[in-house]
C-alpha cells in the first residue's frame, strides 16, 4: 500500500467562506491597538523640536529646543545671543524661568551659570554672539511652559520667548 | 516610529525561528529548550526598548506586538495558505501500523514519544494504530484502527 504522507481529511474537504469578524467591545480596541504603533510611526510620540526668536533694543535671543519628548530622555536647549546695540555690552544676561527647569532633571548648563538658572556674559562685543546650552532630563510628565530672555544690565527692555515641552510618560 | 520597527522585525524574526524549529519544540519543553525560550527574552528585550525606560515606549512596544499577533491571526483564518506558511501542516508518523521515517527524522521525534502516546490513548501495539498525525500546535494525535472500525462499521453493514 503507498503511503500517502497526508493526515486523514478531517473534514473531507468542506471548508465555508472565511470572514475575520470582529464582536463587541472588539469594534474599539482593535482599531485602537492598530492606531497607537501606526500613530508611532508617523512620529506623533517621538521628539518633535522648534526654534523661537525675539530681540529687543540690546540683544536678539534665538532658541531651538525640544516641544515633546519622552519620561527620562534628555534633550538640549539652544541658545544664542546676539548683541545688536551696535555698542559693545559690558554684561548680558540669560535667564531660563525656574518654574520651567524645575520640571526636569539632570541639569547641565554650558557656559555653568553664575545664579540659579541665569548665565552671565561680559564684555560683549558689538555684533557679537554668544551661545548657552542645555541639557534638560525629562522628569515630570505634562506640558511645562516658562520663558527665556537675555538682556542688558540695565538696559531698556529684554528679549523674551516662551517655552513650552510635553514630556510624555 | 524605532520601536514599532524594532517589535516587528523581532516578532517576524521569533516566529520565523520557531517555524525553522519545528511543531515539537511549541509542545513539550526539554530542559535545553527551556532555557532556550527564558534566555530569549533576555536577549532581545534591549533591542526592543534600548534605553528607552518610558510608559510611552512600553505601549508602543506592547500594542505594535498585539497588533502583529492579530494580524497574523486574522490572515491565518481568512487565508489558509497564510496559515500553512506561518503555521506549517500537520505530519503523519504513523500511517496503517507503520512509522514514516522522513516525517520522524524531519521533526526529530524518537519512536519512543509515538509510544508513549500510544500508552495514553490505551494502544499496546503500532499495528493498532490507523494514524498518528503530529498537529501543528505539537500534540501527537492518534487514531487507533479499532476506532477507525467503529467509525466504518455502520457503512459496511449497510454494503453487507
Redesign the interface.
Known sequence: ?A??????PALGGR?HS???RLQGPQWVG?PL??A??LL????V??ESFTSAEAAGSDVALRVEYSTRY????INAVQVRVDNVAGEPLDTVVVAFDPRYVRQFSTLMFIPAPQAPFEIVFTDFEAGGSRTVWAELQ?EKYGTHRGTLEAYRTGGADTARVTLRTLI?? | ?E??VR?AFVYLFILAMLRVMGKRELSQLSPLELIMLILIPELVAQSLVRE??????A??AV??L??LV?ATS?LA??F?TFARLVEGT???LV??G?L?G??LDRERLPPEEIAAEMRKAGIERLEDV??A?LETGGDIAI?DVRRDVRRRAPDTDRVG
Open positions: 500500500m503511503v500517502s504522507r497526508e493526515p486523514p471548508d472565511r470572514r475575520v482593535i491597538l492598530f497607537v504603533p508611532a510611526l508617523l512620529g510620540f517621538g519622552r519620561y527620562k530622555q525629562g510624555l510618560p | 516610529m520601536t514599532v517589535v528607552d525606560f518610558s510608559m510611552t515606549n505601549i508602543i500594542t505594535t498585539m497588533s492579530f486574522a483564518y481568512r489558509p500537520p505530519a503523519v500511517e496503517d507503520r514514516i522522513d516525517t490507523k494514524w498525525v487514531i
